[in-house]
């Protein structure tokens, strides 16, 4: 096998009972990732939702030209796959076979169990005598292990054809990470030419119609999941995803969605079902017995990283003082209680929070009606001020409040919210009327679209342009807790974990329809153990 890493994770322990563990990415060698894939696993390999004895492991086979995605032909088969504890396959570790065939898509999906803690594995799969691409991947460290540092690439918002996957590329490249948080919009639902794309189709999406069948939605992901950058990624490390609205329908909500016309695309719940269906096949998560996908993955005692789901139980949108009506939910009362909860119970000194949607306030053009008095209440000013996007947290004010308002009861410390959606970068403090201007109960990094739409290309002006650098220091100015923000750059973040800091690295690619194109770094912030408050970074993190 050509598979090899510059450097296996490292498991360094200071003492018999007790010491410190530093988990150390690594690089799949030059030309053998998976974007050689082809012929009976031309998806590609995939790992996801690590524990500290098992990872989720994901291929998809094409057993005959005929068995294609979407397609409901072809025959049942029996996948084998194995994991090893070096990249020659020479140290088997675990290994079984999985069943696979036309009412799953011919998707595979192993948990595979019984493996050490804190530890980096190969792994593959094999069908009528051939072997898949090999995957690298590595398990949690032990719930009480004590660790150094974990680092992240932290991703968002791929519209196909608004351009190429070079972030993934960039991040499959690193070498050190040890997990990738993908926080929404991994594909999108929209026909060819739908997306805004600066007013041009880069690469022409399948199927080129908007998905509305569970046929749709396995083409567009097996589409995806043919790009090079996109696989190579998902060879060399694991990730932990989480859906936002595109993987059904723009601006989804429990019983509806913008992009869903029910007189003309059907029973929006046919939809969701079959959106829903695809998405497990396709995607290396697990999923609850019925169906959820917020969940909690930890990593020993410094991170603990809390996946959430806005889509499946918010409440229909609104605007005007309706963002403030307690009854009305973003995250549904049992995810709620789980969120509190788990952050209050804690014991690792970072508790991450993947939120698809911004949590941060974002007042435009007036002040929050807390500042205002009764001033406010007479001219309808909802409680946190008048927002821009109601399809965030700021639509939902009651459930934003009522988190953080916990946080503050219980002294739950050092929270950090990652979060996509919408195709900026920003660092924000996280306030509300009870914590003040000044007192944030949290923080928050948010990360460009890889690909999608962001202001520049909707105003058809160049990157860094004026009306750009304009709207940014206006809503710097309109909103103090919002420390630093771009809002033309495409890429990704790397955030680095350790016990004295939560650091977040933006970098931005020189240009998102070139497969081959520069990235450079932008911004960094970091926000100290003991505190909320943001500080700038004058440099890249090596």
Same mark, same amino acid.
């Given at each position: 096998?050509?598979?090899?890493?510059?450097?296996?994770?490292?498991?360094?322990?200071?003492?018999?009972? /007790?010491?410190?563990?530093?988990?150390?990415?690594?690089?799949?060698?030059? #030309?053998?990732?998976?974007?050689?894939?082809?012929?009976?696993?031309?998806?590609?390999?995939?790992?996801?939702? &690590?524990?500290?004895?098992?990872?989720?492991?994901?291929?998809?086979?094409?057993?005959?030209?005929? /068995?294609?995605?979407?397609?409901?032909?072809?025959?049942?088969? !029996?996948?084998?796959?194995?994991?090893?504890?070096?990249?020659?396959?020479? /140290?088997?570790?675990?290994?079984?076979?999985?069943?696979?065939?036309?009412?799953?898509?011919?998707?595979?999906?192993?948990?595979?169990?019984?493996?050490? $803690?804190?530890?980096?594995?190969?792994?593959?799969?094999?069908?009528?005598?051939?072997?898949?691409?090999?995957?690298?991947?590595?398990?949690?460290?032990?719930?009480?292990?004590?660790?150094?540092?974990?680092?992240?690439?932290?991703?968002?918002?791929?519209?196909?054809?608004?351009?190429? *996957?070079?972030?993934?590329?960039?991040?499959?490249?690193?070498?050190?990470? @040890?997990?990738?948080?993908?926080?929404?919009?991994?594909?999108?639902?929209? #026909?060819?030419?739908?997306?805004?794309?600066?007013?041009?189709?880069?690469?022409?999406?399948?199927?080129?119609?908007? +998905?509305?069948?569970?046929?749709?939605?396995? %083409?567009?992901?097996?589409?995806?999941?043919?790009?090079?950058?996109?696989?190579?990624?998902?060879?060399?490390?694991?990730?932990?995803?989480?859906?936002?609205?595109?993987?059904?329908?723009?601006?989804?909500?429990?019983?509806?969605?913008?992009?869903? +016309?029910?007189?003309?695309?059907?029973?929006?719940?046919?939809? !969701?079902?079959?959106?829903?269906?695809?998405?497990?096949?396709?995607?290396?998560?697990?999923?609850?017995?019925?169906?959820?996908?917020?969940?909690?993955?930890?990593?020993?005692?410094?991170?603990?990283?809390?996946?959430?789901?806005?889509?499946?139980?918010?409440?229909? $949108?609104?605007?005007?003082?309706?963002?403030?009506?307690?009854?009305?939910?973003?995250?549904?009362?049992?995810?709620?209680?789980?969120?509190?909860?788990?952050?209050?119970?804690?014991?690792?000194?970072?508790?991450?929070?993947?939120?698809?949607?911004?949590?941060?306030?974002?007042?435009?053009?007036?002040?929050?009606?807390?500042?205002? #008095?009764?001033?406010?209440?007479?001219?309808?000013?909802?409680? @946190?001020?008048?927002?821009?996007?109601?399809?965030?947290?700021?639509?939902? @004010?009651?459930?934003?409040?009522?988190?953080?308002?916990?946080?503050?009861?219980?002294?739950?410390?050092?929270?950090?919210?990652?979060?996509?959606? %919408?195709?900026?970068?920003?660092?924000?403090?996280?306030?509300?009327?009870?914590?003040?201007?000044?007192?944030?109960?949290?923080?928050?990094?948010?990360?460009?679209?890889?690909?999608?739409?962001?202001?520049?290309? *909707?105003?058809?002006? &160049?990157?860094?342009?004026?009306?750009?650098?304009?709207?940014?220091?206006? !809503?710097?100015?309109?909103? $103090?807790?919002?420390?630093?923000?771009?809002?033309?750059?495409?890429?990704?973040?790397?955030?680095?974990?350790?016990?004295?800091?939560?650091?977040?690295?933006?970098?931005?690619?020189?240009?998102?329809?070139?497969?081959?194109?520069?990235?450079?770094?932008?911004?960094?912030?970091?926000?100290?153990?003991?505190?909320?408050?943001?500080?700038?970074?004058?440099?890249?993190?090596?």
């Amino acid at each position: 096998m050509t598979n090899c890493l510059d450097r296996r994770t490292l498991l360094r322990v200071a003492g018999a009972s /007790a010491g410190t563990a530093v988990l150390a990415g690594a690089t799949l060698a030059t #030309g053998s990732s998976a974007h050689a894939a082809s012929g009976l696993f031309r998806h590609g390999v995939a790992s996801g939702d &690590p524990l500290a004895d098992r990872v989720l492991l994901w291929t998809r086979l094409t057993p005959t030209e005929q /068995a294609q995605p979407g397609s409901g032909v072809g025959p049942e088969a !029996l996948v084998s796959w194995q994991v090893s504890a070096d990249p020659d396959f020479a /140290a088997v570790v675990a290994q079984g076979t999985f069943v696979t065939g036309p009412a799953r898509d011919h998707t595979v999906r192993v948990d595979a169990r019984g493996l050490s $803690p804190a530890t980096t594995y190969w792994y593959r799969f094999g069908y009528d005598g051939a072997w898949s691409p090999i995957g690298r991947t590595m398990t949690a460290p032990a719930v009480n292990a004590e660790i150094d540092r974990l680092r992240l690439g932290v991703v968002s918002c791929a519209n196909w054809e608004g351009g190429y *996957f070079a972030a993934y590329r960039y991040l499959a490249e690193r070498g050190d990470l @040890n997990l990738v948080v993908h926080l929404g919009d991994y594909l999108y639902e929209y #026909g060819t030419g739908q997306l805004g794309t600066a007013g041009k189709v880069i690469r022409p999406v399948s199927p080129p119609h908007e +998905t509305l069948t569970l046929a749709d939605y396995r %083409i567009r992901h097996a589409t995806y999941k043919t790009d090079p950058d996109l696989q190579a990624l998902h060879a060399a490390v694991p990730w932990a995803i989480t859906w936002d609205d595109h993987e059904c329908a723009n601006n989804q909500w429990s019983g509806g969605a913008e992009n869903h +016309t029910p007189g003309t695309e059907g029973d929006f719940a046919v939809r !969701l079902a079959a959106a829903r269906q695809a998405y497990q096949e396709w995607m290396p998560v697990r999923l609850g017995a019925d169906g959820a996908i917020y969940r909690r993955l930890r990593f020993g005692r410094l991170v603990d990283l809390s996946m959430l789901d806005l889509r499946t139980y918010r409440s229909k $949108p609104t605007r005007g003082t309706g963002v403030d009506d307690p009854n009305r939910t973003i995250t549904g009362d049992d995810q709620m209680a789980w969120l509190k909860s788990g952050l209050a119970a804690s014991a690792a000194r970072w508790k991450l929070v993947g939120s698809s949607v911004m949590i941060s306030r974002l007042d435009v053009g007036a002040l929050p009606a807390w500042l205002l #008095g009764p001033l406010g209440e007479l001219m309808g000013v909802p409680d @946190n001020g008048l927002v821009l996007n109601t399809d965030q947290w700021d639509g939902y @004010n009651a459930d934003r409040n009522e988190l953080v308002d916990h946080l503050r009861a219980t002294g739950t410390h050092d929270v950090v919210f990652l979060t996509g959606d %919408i195709h900026t970068s920003w660092a924000n403090e996280v306030t509300t009327k009870a914590t003040g201007p000044w007192s944030p109960a949290a923080a928050e990094f948010v990360v460009p679209s890889v690909t999608t739409d962001n202001v520049d290309d *909707f105003l058809r002006l &160049p990157a860094d342009n004026v009306v750009s650098k304009l709207g940014a220091g206006l !809503l710097r100015a309109t909103n $103090p807790h919002v420390r630093w923000t771009e809002l033309d750059g495409h890429g990704y973040g790397v955030l680095d974990v350790t016990k004295q800091q939560c650091r977040m690295d933006w970098y931005h690619l020189a240009d998102r329809t070139k497969r081959v194109t520069s990235s450079r770094w932008v911004a960094g912030w970091s926000v100290a153990a003991g505190s909320a408050k943001l500080h700038k970074e004058s440099s890249p993190l090596v």
